[in-house]
């Protein structure tokens, strides 16, 4: 792809991953389209679109002329199950249409999650695995990478563990939500810096990614109990069995085959370095 020329659209601009990764790909000198709705501000050197996931007809306009398409919107943070199949599902089925019909030639990226894997996986999760998501936001990824594979667009598909780093807080909010639901501190997860998405989305830019799904994540699953420590709190200690020893861990192989490299390999350098 040729960067100077070539216009990218990008959903979730104000997001987790979004306001991180847009700058990296302005820096990378990627003509990026931001898709916004009213009152948003739009990241740095980021164009501007007006439109609305759910309202189809807007869609046309913020499409057209785009060679890619780069699909991060998603709503996971609540307990409104039906808001979150609607914007998952309905609002990537929408732009697919309107890819579809007014960008059929766009490369369409669609950010996905690691917790698709069934919990029971005899193995860190891979790409081929059967998928069996308990929740409604894995569940509703499911559907919606189902829609883009069988849409017939140029598509890939970047399935994403647990995201960190610059300053997003993520990791820091992380023990409420393991010491509540009483997880192993001995269960592993991988992880994947924010550095690292610009650099897995920039090879499925080049079409190294095209017809395919894919594993991110950096060398080094590491225990819940390291990484609570690691942001000042300890979770209570066990050496009971683990149950469910490869869930939340997956393997990212085929990633390396295809040229992906973390500069962050682990969450330790992450903390050397300052990057959290």
Request: aromatic share 6%.
């Amino acid at each position: 792809m040729n960067k100077e020329s070539k216009t990218i659209l990008i959903t979730g601009v104000t997001g987790l991953v979004g306001a991180r990764l847009v700058p990296r790909l302005v820096d990378a000198g990627f003509d990026c389209r931001a898709l916004m709705r009213g009152g948003k501000d739009v990241p740095a050197g980021a164009t501007a679109v007006e439109a609305d996931l759910l309202d189809a007809a807007s869609l046309a306009a913020v499409v057209k002329d785009v060679s890619a398409i780069v699909h991060l919107a998603a709503v996971f943070r609540t307990k409104d199950i039906e808001l979150i199949w609607k914007s998952n599902l309905e609002g990537t089925r929408n732009l697919i249409d309107a890819a579809k019909a007014h960008a059929p030639g766009a490369r369409f990226l669609l950010a996905s999650t690691t917790h698709v894997y069934n919990k029971n996986n005899p193995h860190p999760g891979r790409e081929d695995d059967p998928v069996d998501p308990e929740h409604a936001y894995p569940a509703s990824k499911v559907a919606a990478e189902k829609e883009l594979r069988e849409s017939g667009l140029n598509w890939s598909i970047l399935r994403f563990p647990f995201v960190y780093g610059d300053g997003d807080k993520h990791l820091e909010t992380l023990p409420e939500h393991l010491i509540a639901a009483k997880w192993h501190p001995a269960m592993r997860m991988s992880t994947i810096h924010h550095l690292d998405i610009a650099t897995a989305i920039k090879i499925a830019l080049a079409g190294t990614m095209d017809g395919r799904i894919v594993n991110i994540s950096d060398e080094a699953p590491t225990s819940l109990y390291e990484l609570c420590k690691l942001v000042g709190v300890t979770m209570e200690s066990s050496s009971e069995p683990l149950t469910d020893p490869w869930y939340l861990h997956s393997d990212s192989s085929l990633a390396r085959s295809l040229g992906f490299q973390p500069a962050v390999r682990t969450v330790y350098q992450a903390v050397q370095e300052k990057l959290l």
